[in-house]
T-cell receptor, first 114, second 111 residues
């Protein structure tokens, strides 16, 4: 039973480019959470999605960031026009029900903006 | 926003020593969780605490959910080199979908 799969593991983008981060939840999990971890800090909640619905996006920056979890396929976190401050590790977690305390985390995508 | 104050920020201990770290908050939490993160990896859940006063063990790890619901501690007994990593506390305020994380405790073990 594969865990939460994130790809790519490392992503380098130039300022102004777009970054797309993918997350495939564990089998049987229909709830996905995205967190961001800045260097030497804890994880910060960004968004919680179920299939085809954004449930809580209270942690998402107002501009340039968007997330989706389509009926088929992985969840996508999209960052448009990246800036250096977007450099961070982005983690996805999934759970079988809508309990963040029962979520399993992926290995993360490390985004570096140059 | 909600904050968890985690201490100490880092520890450098001798193999075999016991370790203690804690988290405090000005807000009440319904659930406390402790995670370990290895370099380049995602957090892995160590212990989950669901009731005030609860004391739970997982091998050499012991954690407690404070009576006031505003704090928790994690103890590691007889540390070994593979205990090296970053330990995070996390809390859930709303029986819901998002966790608040502490800033982490970096543990280094000297063999």
């Amino acid at each position: 039973n594969a865990g939460v799969m994130q790809n790519p593991r490392h992503l380098v983008r130039r300022r102004g480019q777009e970054a797309r981060l993918r997350c495939s939840p564990m089998k049987g999990h229909s709830h996905v959470y995205w967190y961001r971890q800045l260097p030497e800090e804890g994880l910060k909640f960004m968004v919680y999605l179920q299939k085809e619905n954004i449930i809580d996006e209270s942690g998402m920056p107002k501009e340039r960031f968007s997330a989706e979890f389509p009926k088929e396929g992985p969840s996508i976190l999209r960052i448009q026009q990246v800036v250096r401050g977007d450099s961070a590790a982005y983690f996805c977690a999934s759970s079988p029900q809508g309990r963040g305390t029962e979520a399993f985390f992926g290995q993360g995508t490390r985004l570096t903006v140059v | 926003g909600q904050q968890l104050n985690q201490s100490p920020q880092s520890m450098f201990i001798q193999e075999g020593e016991d370790v203690s770290m804690n988290c405090t908050s000005s807000s009440i939490f319904n659930t406390w969780l402790w995670y370990k993160q290895d370099p380049g990896e995602g957090p892995v859940l160590l212990i989950a605490l669901y009731k005030a006063g609860e004391l739970t063990s997982n091998g050499r790890l012991t954690a407690q959910f404070g009576i006031t619901r505003k704090d928790s501690f994690l103890n590691i007994s007889a540390s070994i080199p593979s205990d090296v990593g970053i330990y995070f506390c996390a809390g859930d305020m709303e029986y819901g979908n998002k966790l608040v994380f502490g800033a982490g405790t970096i543990l280094r073990v000297k063999s």
